[in-house]
């Protein structure tokens, strides 16, 4: 709203923009006007004025000629003066002389008042060409001045048939969204609940594929199949080139019957719709809904809800298509920055993936090396434990040698009469025997 105040008695009217519109415009049209007849007002004055002065300039050369007009006569008659003086003594060439200087005169007389009445003439025609020139200016003038009421006309009825033109689109515009508005109805009111979610699905699958092959030759668009994780979306739409993916959206579509009584709210399915988008691992979520028809927010087009859930739109399905070619023109334009960044990012992995080989071979390495330090410590344990056994056998082999040198000896040593020293009985029975080897031998 705008304020006006009035100037007389100082009253403050309050008017809308468009009445204010047409104020501004009255204002603009009398200031024109006025504008418009003070300039014809000084344009006319500027003619008087050029007009007195061309007169006056003409008239004061007209004077000045008609001065040296006047002089060059006056020189002329104290001339014949001196002539007449001169030819006093001669009547009849004095007469002869009169009438030839008189003659003469007459003519130079005749010439000078042609001359006059040429520049009279000139003088006029000067005048005359003057003020044709200034009527001419004048009368462009007035065309001018004509041409800005006509184009100042003209630019007013173009404002109104723009006016009209808007009113009308706008008209239109409002009729199709009624139309649609009762065709979604009347659409809904023949379907089943289950046959009404379908074929809002239905209907954008179609849309798709009619447009498939001309404008997404190479995207994926395919039902979301995989419950895996408890739930899933109605679409997923993906798009590459070269092989760096630069556009995902995950679609849900919902309806419902007018008639059904417990009415859902587009953002009833946020939080589960964003759920699925980061699930599958999609860029953008959008919610195709023909669910609270009357909310003028949902019914004007593309309604960003990002302020709640990142990258995500809600739309009526005529938008369907539009929001699809939206979000990928958008994307393919970033395309570059995506490439450069999958390969930063392929790198980084590759410096991880050196790194973690480097380290995991570090690691090989000290572990073997820790075991082999191991083993080669228990082999020198075990080495030096053969060396201290190996060493008491040697001991107990030497000790064995000198026991046996001994008992060697001592075999050396032993004799039957040593044997049967303290042993009556047996060095008798050795005496015996001994006795019968000789009879033995004696006998044979």
């Known amino acids: 709203m705008q304020e006006i105040k009035c100037p007389d008695c100082g009253a403050v009217f309050a008017v809308d923009e468009s009445g204010y519109a047409q104020i501004v415009q009255q204002v603009r049209d009398q200031e024109f006007e006025k504008a418009l007849k003070e300039r014809e007002r000084e344009l006319a004055k500027q003619k008087e004025n050029q007009l007195e002065l061309a007169q006056m300039k003409q008239k004061g050369e007209f004077e000045k000629a008609l001065s040296a007009r006047e002089a060059d006569l006056l020189e002329k008659e104290r001339a014949i003066e001196q002539l007449k003086a001169q030819i006093s003594g001669n009547e009849t060439e004095k007469k002869l002389a009169v009438s030839e200087a008189v003659s003469q005169k007459e003519k130079q007389i005749e010439e000078l008042k042609a001359k006059l009445q040429n520049s009279e003439s000139e003088r006029k025609l000067a005048v005359l060409e003057a003020v044709q020139g200034k009527e001419k200016e004048l009368s462009q003038n007035a065309t001018m001045i004509t041409e800005l009421k006509g184009m100042l006309s003209n630019k007013e009825t173009e404002r109104k048939l723009k006016e009209q033109a808007l009113q009308k689109e706008y008209e239109d515009k409002l009729k199709l969204k009624d139309e649609q508005i009762e065709y979604y109805k009347d659409f809904k009111a023949r379907q089943s609940t289950k046959m009404i ?248």
Request: a negative charge.
């Open 197 to 444: 979610g379908e074929s809002l699905e239905q209907h954008c699958l179609n849309q798709f594929n009619a447009l498939r092959m001309t404008a997404f030759p190479a995207a994926y668009f395919e039902k979301d199949n995989d419950a895996r994780t408890g739930s899933k979306g109605d679409f997923i739409f993906r798009e590459a080139a070269e092989g760096t993916e630069f556009i995902s959206i995950m679609f849900e579509m919902k309806n419902e019957m007018d008639k059904t009584a417990t009415k859902h709210k587009n953002e009833d399915f946020f939080k589960e719709l964003d759920k699925d988008r980061r699930e599958k691992n999609c860029e953008y979520a959008v919610l195709v809904s023909l669910l609270e028809i009357d909310n003028e927010l949902y019914n004007n087009g593309i309604v960003d809800v990002s302020y709640k859930y990142e990258k995500m739109y809600v739309i009526r399905p005529q938008f369907f298509i539009p929001m699809i070619t939206l979000l990928r023109n958008a994307a393919l334009h970033s395309l570059q920055y995506r490439r450069e960044l999958e390969a930063a990012r392929h790198q980084q992995v590759d410096i991880l993936q050196f790194e973690e080989n480097m380290n995991a071979f570090k690691e090989g390495f000290a572990r073997n090396y820790r075991l082999a330090s191991a083993k080669f410590k228990t082999a020198i344990d075990e080495i030096d434990k053969t060396i201290t056994h190996l060493q008491k056998t040697k001991e107990a082999l030497l000790s064995s040698e000198n026991n046996l040198r001994l008992a060697n000896h001592k075999a050396e040593d032993l004799t039957i009469k040593k044997l049967t020293k303290n042993a009556p009985t047996v060095k008798a029975m050795f005496e015996e025997l001994k006795k019968e080897e000789t009879t033995d031998k004696t006998g044979s």
